[in-house]
């Protein structure tokens, strides 16, 4: 096993990896940098060292200063989280060339999917379905435009250096592709330093379904089922839960089996998320391979009964699964809301500030991942993720029922946050009925 | 008239699109303000042109601090 593991990350994932690591009786070490002094997660790991200025880029996104402090401080492996330096090949690279073990898949399987023309095309080859669009990055406007008419409008122009939607652009048609074309490229170039573009078929009215899968590296690959995370606001989640509700038997399969089959056909080790579109007839196309541990693991963990993290650093300590396919059950329903400091009137603008007052919810079937604390600091440098609220049912019903009373029953004073809007979500009709799509929120389908 | 341009939520100054002399349209990005890794832009309230910039890019400015003022 891992001797001591040092957690690249800040907030609730630094909490919840900390608290893994004690499962495991593995030594953690917080990071943080000069806005983080007084932060919860200092002070639960076993060590902490400071590492820098408040800007990430100074400090969490800083490769060169984390992998330092890791071999100083004698760490064994590093856990970097989400976000940050997760899907960062550089960074897992950084580690192994230190001898460090990285709590992830390899840096040629994170370069692989992080360039997501090289992810489709691989997945392609591999068998799983993926939307029609360009064969790899499309050289200029002209060529999109060519494409776009092949497959049809309105599409999305993606950026092929990151994922999570950040850069993309709907054209809704050929006089609108120009523009749209020069500012997606720059939008490319700010966020992940390449401007290449792909096109592919937009995808009407779909759902955002997405599936865990867990690999050891020794030839072993698992899927932990589905989630649904339709509900999202610039194409970042707000909602997500497990099962999917409705989705047909046939659909849950074909997507499960292209998940393995995918994340199998590249080798893949440790915690990853195959992310699918599912449209209204069940089909499916893959989206984009996440590399690294979800903000919404906790939903397929209280589904399945496992600990994802635990079995993050099992894995990278060379374990096998302990698992085969039928060992791993899902389990009545269970869903997550995000608690962000951003004002759901004002469309869901940023909201930094000191948090006054705190109240957590708690009781049967409730679990909290939370970041922050009363008189803490929510600022302006990081993502305004503060709280994920996380409930448990024999059924969706019930879970969407403790889910109401846990956001009723929370208090976030001194910032704006989601949860009058997350309220507004468990009430809504469709919403309880399982009829999601990812445009709903950008539609006012839970507008006050 | 002279008018304020305030910035409408707490951030780090990003990018100064607009400067001194510049002519600007109703809506045309004035600066762009980083916070919590979202990019936002503070628009010009009314057509008209640049006479100051107040900020830095790197800069942290908070919600109803003038950033810009309009001659």
């Given at each position: 096993?891992?001797?001591?593991?040092?957690?690249?990350?800040?907030?609730?994932?630094?909490?919840?990896?900390?608290?893994?690591?004690?499962?495991?009786?593995?030594?953690?070490?917080?990071?943080?940098?000069?806005?983080?002094?007084?932060?919860?997660?200092?002070?639960?790991?076993?060590?902490?060292?400071?590492?820098?200025?408040?800007?990430?880029?100074?400090?969490?996104?800083?490769?060169?200063?984390?992998?330092?402090?890791?071999?100083?401080?004698?760490?064994?492996?590093?856990?970097?989280?989400?976000?940050?330096?997760?899907?960062?090949?550089?960074?897992?690279?950084?580690?192994?060339?230190?001898?460090?073990?990285?709590?992830?898949?390899?840096?040629?399987?994170?370069?692989?999917?992080?360039?997501?023309?090289?992810?489709?095309?691989?997945?392609?080859?591999?068998?799983?379905?993926?939307?029609?669009?360009?064969?790899?990055?499309?050289?200029?406007?002209?060529?999109?435009?060519?494409?776009?008419?092949?497959?049809?409008?309105?599409?999305?122009?993606?950026?092929?250096?990151?994922?999570?939607?950040?850069?993309?652009?709907?054209?809704?048609?050929?006089?609108?592709?120009?523009?749209?074309?020069?500012?997606?490229?720059?939008?490319?170039?700010?966020?992940?330093?390449?401007?290449?573009?792909?096109?592919?078929?937009?995808?009407?009215?779909?759902?955002?379904?997405?599936?865990?899968?867990?690999?050891?590296?020794?030839?072993?690959?698992?899927?932990?089922?589905?989630?649904?995370?339709?509900?999202?606001?610039?194409?970042?989640?707000?909602?997500?839960?497990?099962?999917?509700?409705?989705?047909?038997?046939?659909?849950?399969?074909?997507?499960?089996?292209?998940?393995?089959?995918?994340?199998?056909?590249?080798?893949?080790?440790?915690?990853?998320?195959?992310?699918?579109?599912?449209?209204?007839?069940?089909?499916?196309?893959?989206?984009?391979?996440?590399?690294?541990?979800?903000?919404?693991?906790?939903?397929?963990?209280?589904?399945?009964?496992?600990?994802?993290?635990?079995?993050?650093?099992?894995?990278?300590?060379?374990?096998?699964?302990?698992?085969?396919?039928?060992?791993?059950?899902?389990?009545?329903?269970?869903?997550?809301?995000?608690?962000y400091a951003e004002d759901p009137a004002r469309g869901f603008l940023p909201s930094p500030g000191t948090i006054s007052a705190l109240v957590l919810p708690s009781g049967e079937g409730v679990r909290?991942?939370?970041?922050?604390?009363?008189?803490?600091?929510?600022?302006?440098?990081?993502?305004?993720?503060?709280?994920?609220?996380?409930?448990?049912?024999?059924?969706?019903?019930?879970?969407?029922?403790?889910?109401?009373?846990?956001?009723?029953?929370?208090?976030?004073?001194?910032?704006?946050?989601?949860?009058?809007?997350?309220?507004?979500?468990?009430?809504?009709?469709?919403?309880?009925?399982?009829?999601?799509?990812?445009?709903?929120?950008?539609?006012?389908?839970?507008?006050? | 008239?002279?008018?304020?341009?305030?910035?409408?939520?707490?951030?780090?100054?990003?990018?100064?699109?607009?400067?001194?002399?510049?002519?600007?349209?109703?809506?045309?990005?004035?600066?762009?303000?980083?916070?919590?890794?979202?990019?936002?832009?503070?628009?010009?309230?009314?057509?008209?042109?640049?006479?100051?910039?107040?900020?830095?890019?790197?800069?942290?400015?908070?919600?109803?601090?003038?950033?810009?003022?309009?001659?």
């Amino acid at each position: 096993m891992l001797q001591k593991v040092l957690v690249a990350n800040r907030g609730e994932i630094a909490r919840r990896i900390i608290r893994a690591c004690r499962r495991l009786g593995v030594m953690s070490v917080a990071v943080y940098s000069e806005a983080d002094e007084h932060a919860p997660h200092v002070g639960e790991a076993d060590e902490a060292v400071p590492i820098g200025p408040a800007p990430a880029r100074q400090s969490y996104l800083s490769i060169d200063t984390i992998v330092g402090v890791a071999c100083r401080v004698g760490a064994d492996a590093v856990h970097p989280g989400y976000g940050f330096l997760s899907e960062n090949w550089r960074f897992a690279q950084a580690c192994r060339d230190a001898g460090l073990t990285f709590v992830g898949p390899s840096p040629e399987a994170i370069r692989r999917m992080g360039d997501k023309t090289e992810a489709r095309r691989l997945m392609a080859a591999a068998g799983v379905p993926v939307l029609p669009g360009s064969q790899g990055a499309v050289s200029d406007a002209a060529e999109a435009e060519r494409v776009s008419s092949a497959v049809g409008y309105p599409v999305p122009l993606k950026a092929a250096g990151g994922g999570g939607g950040i850069g993309m652009a709907r054209v809704d048609g050929p006089a609108d592709l120009a523009a749209a074309f020069a500012t997606a490229r720059r939008r490319a170039e700010a966020a992940f330093g390449d401007p290449a573009l792909y096109v592919e078929r937009y995808a009407e009215r779909a759902r955002h379904v997405e599936v865990q899968v867990l690999g050891d590296g020794q030839g072993s690959v698992l899927h932990l089922h589905e989630r649904e995370c339709s509900i999202q606001r610039r194409h970042q989640k707000l909602v997500e839960e497990s099962p999917a509700p409705g989705l047909p038997a046939a659909t849950k399969d074909g997507l499960t089996r292209a998940a393995v089959m995918g994340a199998a056909a590249i080798g893949y080790a440790n915690a990853g998320t195959m992310e699918f579109l599912v449209d209204s007839g069940g089909r499916f196309w893959f989206l984009e391979m996440n590399t690294r541990l979800q903000v919404e693991h906790p939903v397929t963990e209280e589904v399945t009964g496992l600990d994802l993290v635990v079995a993050q650093l099992r894995v990278a300590a060379g374990e096998p699964l302990p698992w085969r396919q039928d060992d791993v059950v899902q389990r009545g329903a269970a869903m997550e809301c995000r608690i962000y400091a951003e004002d759901p009137a004002r469309g869901f603008l940023p909201s930094p500030g000191t948090i006054s007052a705190l109240v957590l919810p708690s009781g049967e079937g409730v679990r909290v991942e939370c970041g922050v604390t009363a008189g803490g600091v929510v600022s302006v440098h990081y993502d305004p993720l503060l709280i994920k609220l996380v409930t448990r049912g024999a059924t969706r019903a019930e879970a969407i029922e403790r889910m109401e009373r846990a956001l009723g029953a929370c208090v976030v004073e001194g910032v704006k946050t989601t949860i009058p809007f997350l309220r507004r979500v468990m009430a809504h009709p469709d919403f309880r009925r399982g009829v999601v799509h990812t445009q709903m929120v950008e539609q006012g389908a839970f507008n006050a | 008239m002279p008018e304020d341009i305030k910035a409408h939520i707490t951030g780090v100054v990003f990018q100064v699109v607009a400067h001194p002399g510049d002519a600007v349209s109703e809506g045309d990005p004035v600066i762009v303000l980083e916070s919590m890794k979202m990019e936002i832009p503070v628009e010009a309230p009314r057509a008209g042109a640049v006479k100051e910039i107040r900020v830095q890019e790197g800069q942290t400015v908070q919600e109803g601090d003038v950033i810009a003022v309009l001659e």
